[in-house]
């Protein structure tokens, strides 16, 4: 789980003093003290998700006080309520497969937070199957589904050609090492990020270097999208990504370059796409560009015929 940094001024002292700390984690400190940065201290009782055998600890004020009022925790709250067995500790026995409950776990924590929403604190962690998380989100969140989808950009996971998530790791040559300090809290530190099609951070490489990609299996591919690093303009000028080259490759030996990207209106919610044959990929890598200086992007998409 990870959150993304905000510009905007927060009033209260509390929230002053927990985007102090969140800062400091986004600067190189443990990111798990982030769910304890903004954690509302209550009264509220103690409950246990037991999904299908894993534990997750919660409370009633956050399923009760959610933003999505018909998630399926809430239901079973009122159901042990009416039969009088509210105690101290509660446990809710979900006999569903745990594999990516994290991430329902964690919507469910920062639905709780109006500001994390407002903000637009919606990075989420890995979701190893698009299908049955849809199935699980469905689950859970019932008629909030939609809700969901729109407040944490998820649109994506509903293109059922979509391989982005394939993308296992990825390697910079190169990688441009100056304004450090300035540009550390917007890199991209792992491949969850950049599989995420609004995230605002960025891969940054140097006129010389190039970002290489690979692909947890072999796929075949005809449609390649890539987004430039456009957070803060003030930073970095996104326009460095203008005509990147991009090379496909299925041994790593043998490339072949399949366009260039060129970027039109450019905004958080726009990208350059390249669309080709069906061709075999495992690895991808991108260079710079006509204007050969450096350049970043926050986002990379795979799609292909089912």
């Known amino acids: 789980m990870g959150f993304l940094s905000s510009k905007k001024k927060v009033t209260g002292t509390t929230l002053e003093e927990s985007i102090v700390d969140l800062n400091k984690v986004l600067k190189g400190e443990r990111k798990d003290k982030v769910n304890n940065v903004l954690k509302i201290q209550d009264n509220s009782e103690k409950v ?106 998820l649109q994506y996971l509903l293109k059922n050609n979509c391989y982005t998530n394939l993308l296992n790791n990825f390697e910079v040559e190169d990688q441009n090492n100056e304004k450090t300090i300035d540009y550390m809290q917007y890199r991209i530190k792992n491949i969850e990020e950049v599989k995420f099609p609004f995230c605002q951070k960025g891969i940054f490489v140097n006129e010389k270097g190039s970002i290489l990609f690979t692909l947890s299996e072999m796929k075949q591919i005809n449609k390649i999208e890539v987004k430039p690093f456009i957070y803060d303009k003030h930073v970095w000028d996104h326009l460095k990504c203008e005509g990147l080259k991009v090379y496909i490759s299925y041994n790593k030996k043998t490339w072949m370059f399949v366009g260039g990207l060129y970027f039109q209106n450019i905004n958080l919610h726009n990208s350059a796409t390249i669309e080709m044959q069906n061709s075999s990929v495992l690895y991808i890598k991108i260079t710079s560009g006509r204007f050969k200086c450096p350049f970043a992007i926050s986002h990379i998409g795979l799609y292909g015929d089912i």
């Not at 446990?91 to 776990?105: A, G, L, P």
């Open 48 to 153: 246990v998700l037991n999904i299908g055998g894993k534990k997750y600890m919660t409370s009633t004020q956050t399923i009760n006080e959610s933003k999505y009022k018909n998630n399926i925790f809430k239901l079973y709250l009122k159901n042990l309520s009416n039969k009088n067995n509210i105690n101290d500790t509660i446990e809710i026995f979900i006999d569903r497969s745990f594999t990516d409950f994290q991430v329902i776990y964690d919507i469910l924590k920062i639905s709780n937070n109006k500001y994390f929403i407002d903000n637009d604190y919606t990075y989420i962690g890995k979701i190893s199957n698009n299908e049955i998380f849809i199935e699980d989100l469905n689950y859970y969140f019932r008629t909030d589904f939609e809700t969901i989808i729109e407040d944490f950009k």
